[in-house]
């Protein structure tokens, strides 16, 4: 288990997923085109929905490729970070909608495990995790992710505890 790594790699996936959130602080409505663009389904639901927007995603990996220096990787890290956060994101919000969940509506697990571990798989081979670390990104993530989500929303950069 490589400690360093493992918290370089969390700490760049905590900003990819917190700065759509600081992003709808700042901007408000402004910039907030859904990345689905208000595609519908076959099954009646949206693509992603309208929470998913490319401001979020645009923000979420320049926040990653900005920081990943800071914390001792490079801004291509950041940027495969960054991209492989949101990609978990959108597939998440793709698998809710299919399973007619509301936007931000809680999915415990669905909710966690997408945005970390793929991320974390990204870095496989470049940060040379183990199976290990792999499991504890994750699952660190997950117990963070819901542990904060409160707090988060006590602040106001959540619409909803978790």
């Not at 905590?14 to 700065?19: G, L, S």
């Not at 492989?84 to 959108?90: E, R």
């Amino acid at each position: 288990m490589q400690t360093y790594a493992d918290i370089q790699l969390l700490i760049l996936i905590a900003v990819a997923n917190t700065a759509p959130l600081v992003a709808k602080i700042i901007a408000g409505s402004r910039f907030s085109q859904p990345i689905d663009n208000g595609t519908v389904m076959r099954d009646g639901q949206p693509l992603l929905g309208s929470s998913k927007t490319i401001r979020g995603a645009t923000c979420s990996i320049a926040a990653t490729m900005i920081l990943a220096p800071l914390v001792g990787l490079d801004v291509g890290i950041g940027l495969s970070i960054g991209a492989a956060a949101m990609a978990g994101d959108l597939l998440s919000s793709f698998l809710k909608r299919r399973l007619r969940l509301s936007p931000s509506s809680k999915a415990t697990g669905l909710d966690q495990i997408p945005e970390s571990l793929l991320p974390t798989l990204a870095m496989w081979q470049t940060l040379s995790l183990t199976i290990v670390d792999v499991i504890a990104i994750v699952a660190v993530f997950f117990i963070g992710e819901i542990l904060m989500s409160k707090l988060m929303f006590r602040f106001h950069l959540r619409d909803r505890p978790y």
